[in-house]
């Protein structure tokens, strides 16, 4: 039963360009999502989160947009550098699931 | 100085064989996890402690236990391995035991082969 899914297993994009990432859910009680970013050979580090009683959420060159009807968020990373090539994870939980529930992570490639 | 730490970082052993992978956090944190990446990919949690106490024991084998000495560590031991176990293993910590809105910090994982 896969709760959050992100369905591009891998994304390149030139340096400069706009990054954008997806991630969907199905659980309607999940009204948390963060987005982890790992580095091969590291654990995730969180990156940025974004509640249900937002729709965006900005941090420097990252913005998270959450779009509750279609159950869909998206990352954003303007402009991206090659130091963000990294897998990206997108994680969501809800009161009463007292975990996060994680997708199976996108590939970026930021090309110089 | 690291702040979520997990040894070993590999581990290759025999199917049968029991093995213990260590977790310690100097972020002063009162809850810790342990979540499993499987070759799908999947991160998915398998136990939480807060203050020692464990609050979450997900659908896992008896094989696996966690142990808790003090609430800056975790360990987890693993009894009579077996093929499907060959994963990475990844410690995390948070603040507080809010429930689903802690920010998690993990370790760097230990990526355990059986062989």
């Known amino acids: 039963d896969q709760q959050v899914k992100q369905n591009s297993p891998s994304l390149s994009v030139q340096e400069g360009r706009i990054s954008i990432l997806n991630c969907d859910y199905t659980n309607s009680m999940f009204d948390y999502f963060l987005w982890y970013k790992k580095y091969p050979a590291e654990g995730p580090t969180f990156l940025i989160s974004i509640s249900s009683i937002k729709d965006k959420n900005e941090d420097g060159r990252f913005t998270v947009f959450l779009n509750k009807s279609a159950k869909h968020l998206s990352l954003h990373i303007v402009p991206s550098q090659p130091g963000d090539s990294a897998v990206y994870f997108c994680a969501a939980s809800g009161s009463g699931t007292y975990k996060y529930i994680f997708g199976t992570g996108t590939r970026l490639k930021v090309l110089a | 100085d690291t702040a979520v730490s997990q040894t070993p970082k590999y581990l290759v052993t025999q199917m049968g064989n029991d093995k213990s992978i260590k977790c310690e956090q100097n972020l002063g944190h009162d809850t810790m996890y342990w979540y499993k990446q499987d070759s799908k990919k999947f991160l998915k949690i398998m136990f939480s402690y807060n203050n020692k106490e464990l609050i979450i024991n997900e659908t896992v084998p008896n094989r696996f236990s966690p142990k808790s000495p003090d609430k800056a560590h975790l360990n987890l031991h693993i009894n009579s391995l077996e093929l499907g176990d060959s994963a990475v293993y990844f410690c995390?910590?948070?603040?507080?035991?809010?429930?689903?809105?802690?920010?998690?910090?993990f370790g760097s994982g230990t990526q355990l082969s059986v062989l």
């Open positions: 995390a910590s948070s603040q507080d035991w809010g429930g689903s809105y802690e920010k998690l910090f």
